[in-house]
C-alpha cells in the first residue's frame, strides 16, 4: 500500500514536513508542490489542480499508489466550497469511481484562511514587527488602498520570520538563515504541538493517510 | 488529407508488448520512458503495420526491424538469413485503424508455413519455398538511433533532387550547422561543403549523419510516415530547438506522420517549446510506463499545455 499527499504550495510541503516529523511512525511521500513558489497564475493553486491530477493518473500506475491526499487552503471560499472544487476536479480527471482513495483536507482557522492565517495563530515567538503591520494596514486603508487578508497574512508571515525570529547574525545570511524551509521546519517558531482544533485535525488527517 | 495517419493501434505477442493499446496518435508524435519499456518495439509494431501492404513489405519490414538490432552483430556477415529474422515475430497481431495484420508460424505433421494476414488478405509460404524479393516502402521510413548508411540517404537524396529541393536542403543544413554550405553526393558517397572543401559524410559527426538523415527522408516520405529512434542521438541540445522546427514544419508542408523517441528532458523541453512557439496542436508528447503492480504497458499522451505544466511543475520530471 502507497499513499501521497498533494500540497498546494513549497510552504505546505515544509508545513508538513515539519508536522509529520513530529508524529510517530507516519510516513508520508510528499510530491512536488502544485504551484511553483513564484507562479503568480496559480495564486490558489486551484487552477492547476488539474494539470496536477493528469501528471498523477500515471504516476499512480507506475508507483502503485493506492490513496492520495490533498492538503489546501481554505481561502475565502470556505471549507466546504474548496472541498466540492477539489472534488470536481478529482472526478474530472479520475472520473466518479476511481480506483484509487481520495482524502481531501482544508487548512483554515475558524473556516477561512490559508496557511499562513494558521502559521500566524500558532507562531509561538514575540512579534512586534509583525504586530506593527497592523498600524501599517490602517495607514493604508486610509488612502484608499486594499490589501486582502490573505495578502496580509502572507505578509506578516515573511516579517515575522525575516525580522521578528531573525537573529541580527542571521540577516546577513538571510536567504539560507531565515528562508521559509528553514523557518518552518529547523526554527522552533510557531508551535505545532499546540491543542487547537484545526491543528489537530490535520495530524489526525496525516495519521488516517500514512495507516492506509 | 491525414487520412493515412495512425490514430490507433492494438499490438498482440510481439516483443515486451502481450495486448497493448494505444490511441490519440497525431501529426507528430514524440515518445519517452525509461529503458526497455517498449518505445522503439512500439514504433517497430507500426513499421509493421503500414509495411504490410504485400507480402514483400510486409517480410521487408518484419526482417529489416530485427537486422536494425542485430546491426553490429552482423557486420562480419556479408549476407543475412531473412527467414532468421523474422521468425522470433512469430504470433505477431498488429492492428491499427489503417491495416490489419498478423504473422505465425505453423508447424502441423511436420509442414513448417509462414502465414501473412494483411489488408485482409491471407498468404501462406512454405518455409522451404520461401524465396522471393523483398521491399521496402518508399514512403515509410524508419531512421534507427545511428542514423542512415550512405545507400538510404542516397536514395532519399534522390527525393530532395526529384522535387528541386537541393537549395532548400542546403539552407536546412547550413541553418543547423552554418560550416555545411552543400550538401551533394558525389562518386555514389554523400558528402558536405566545408570550409570551401568536400567532406565525406562518413568524415562528419554523428549528428551530421542523423540530421542528414532526417531532413532527406522528410522529403522522401510525402504523405507517409517518418519514425526516428533516439531522435536526439548526437544532436548538440543547443541546435535542438532548430531540429525539431525542420520536422514541423517539413511534416505539415508533406504532410507526413512523424514518431519519435527520446530519453533526454532536452529534447522533451525542445520539442514542448516549439510546439508552444508554433501552436501546434498536432503534436503530442507520450509517456510510455509500466504499470507497477500488472506490468503491463501503458502510453499517456500529453498536449501543449500539460507538457509544460509537467516539465516545469514535477521536479524530478525526466519523461519516465
Known amino acids: 500500500m502507497s499513499n501521497l499527499l498533494i500540497v498546494e504550495s513549497e510552504n505546505d510541503q515544509y508545513f508538513v514536513e515539519a508536522l509529520v516529523a513530529r508524529l510517530n511512525n507516519v510516513n508520508i511521500k510528499i510530491d512536488s508542490p502544485v504551484c511553483l513558489i513564484n507562479e503568480y497564475e496559480c495564486l490558489g493553486g486551484i487552477s492547476k489542480l488539474e494539470n496536477k491530477f493528469q501528471a498523477l493518473k500515471s504516476q499512480v500506475l507506475k508507483e502503485g499508489i493506492d490513496k492520495i491526499g490533498v492538503i489546501f487552503d481554505a481561502d475565502e471560499v470556505g471549507i466546504d466550497a474548496r472541498s466540492r472544487q477539489i472534488q470536481e476536479k478529482i472526478d474530472l480527471v479520475f472520473g466518479e469511481s476511481p480506483d484509487i482513495e481520495f482524502s481531501i483536507f482544508i487548512l483554515n482557522v475558524a473556516g477561512k484562511g490559508e496557511l499562513e492565517t494558521l502559521l500566524k495563530f500558532i507562531k509561538s515567538e514575540a512579534s512586534p514587527m509583525a504586530d506593527c503591520l497592523e498600524a501599517w494596514q490602517d495607514c493604508f486603508s486610509s488612502k484608499d488602498k486594499a490589501l486582502k487578508q490573505k495578502e496580509f497574512d502572507k505578509f506578516w508571515i515573511q516579517v515575522y520570520q525575516r525580522y521578528d525570529c531573525c537573529k541580527n547574525k542571521e540577516q546577513k545570511q538571510a536567504g539560507r538563515k531565515c528562508n521559509n524551509e528553514v523557518s518552518l521546519k529547523d526554527k522552533s517558531i510557531y508551535d505545532y504541538d499546540r491543542d487547537i482544533p484545526e491543528l489537530n485535525k490535520l495530524k489526525e488527517f496525516l495519521i488516517a493517510l500514512s495507516n492506509h | ?320
Request: with cysteine; aromatic share 12%; glycine share 4%.
Open chain 2, 1 to 320: 488529407m491525414t487520412e493515412h495517419f495512425i490514430q490507433d493501434i492494438h499490438i498482440k505477442d510481439f516483443k515486451c508488448f502481450t495486448d497493448f493499446k494505444a490511441k490519440g496518435f497525431a501529426r507528430i508524435n514524440l515518445i519517452g520512458g525509461k529503458n526497455n519499456v517498449g518505445k522503439t518495439a512500439f514504433m517497430e509494431a507500426c513499421y509493421v503495420n503500414l509495411n504490410a501492404q504485400d507480402i514483400k513489405g510486409f517480410v521487408r519490414a518484419l526482417s529489416s526491424m530485427k537486422v536494425k538490432r542485430e546491426k553490429l552483430n552482423l557486420l562480419t556477415e556479408l549476407k543475412y538469413n531473412t527467414q532468421k529474422f523474422i521468425e522470433p515475430s512469430d504470433k505477431l497481431s498488429v492492428q491499427s485503424n489503417i491495416n490489419a495484420s498478423s504473422y505465425n508460424i505453423e508447424d502441423k505433421e511436420g509442414i513448417k508455413k509462414y502465414i501473412f494476414q494483411f489488408n485482409k488478405e491471407s498468404i501462406e509460404v512454405n518455409v522451404n519455398d520461401f524465396s522471393f524479393e523483398i521491399d521496402s516502402v518508399p514512403y515509410i521510413q524508419f531512421i534507427d538511433n545511428f542514423g542512415y548508411a550512405n545507400n538510404q540517404i542516397i536514395k532519399n537524396y534522390s527525393a530532395v533532387q526529384k522535387k528541386d529541393k537541393e537549395d532548400s536542403l542546403n539552407t536546412i543544413l547550413n541553418e543547423f550547422d552554418s560550416s555545411i554550405a552543400v550538401f551533394k553526393v558525389i562518386d555514389e558517397k554523400p558528402q558536405c561543403k566545408i570550409n570551401g572543401k568536400y567532406l565525406e559524410l562518413t568524415e562528419l559527426g554523428d549528428g551530421v549523419r542523423h540530421l542528414v538523415s532526417i531532413v532527406t527522408s522528410l522529403y522522401a516520405a510525402e504523405n507517409g510516415y517518418l519514425f526516428i529512434d533516439e531522435i536526439d542521438n548526437g544532436i548538440h541540445y543547443s541546435v535542438l530547438d532548430e531540429l525539431w522546427k525542420i520536422i514541423f514544419v517539413l511534416s505539415k508542408q508533406l504532410n507526413i506522420q512523424v514518431f519519435a523517441t527520446t530519453h533526454s528532458k532536452e529534447c522533451i523541453e525542445s520539442f514542448n517549446r516549439v510546439q508552444l512557439d508554433l501552436k501546434d496542436d498536432q503534436s503530442f508528447y507520450f509517456e510510455m510506463a509500466k504499470n507497477i503492480k500488472t506490468k503491463e504497458i501503458f502510453m499517456r499522451d500529453l498536449g501543449n499545455d500539460q507538457l509544460a505544466y509537467e516539465l516545469t511543475h514535477q521536479g524530478k520530471y525526466r519523461g519516465e
